[in-house]
């Protein structure tokens, strides 16, 4: 007969917060093993940044599909494109 098992999970101290069992900083992505050189990086933000261009070409395409207004478009696309960029530059993965 088989026992049931028991799932094992970090305890909780009062507050209900789980008890620090993680070391210094640890998070489920890991660390780099390696920084990246300038070059490498530089590359990775224009790639990155080609595909927001992409993005927003996309979503001029299917607003102009649908008949929408030019200043719509134009304020949607520049909206979308302003916030990708600022989610990417401020990355300090790439």
Known sequence: MAEPRSES???SSES???SSSRRGGETM???RGRR???VESIFMRLVATAGIVGIGV?????LVGQDV???IVGLAVSLLSVTLA???WSSRQL
Do not use: D, F, S, T
């Not at 996309?58 to 299917?62: D, E, G, M, T, W």
């Open 9 to 11: 999970r970090p305890q």
């Open 16 to 18: 209900g917060a789980p």
């Open 29 to 31: 992505i890991p660390a």
């Open 36 to 38: 990246r050189y300038g």
């Open 58 to 62: 996309l979503v001029a395409v299917i």
């Open 69 to 71: 207004e030019g200043w």
């Open 86 to 88: 600022a989610v990417l």
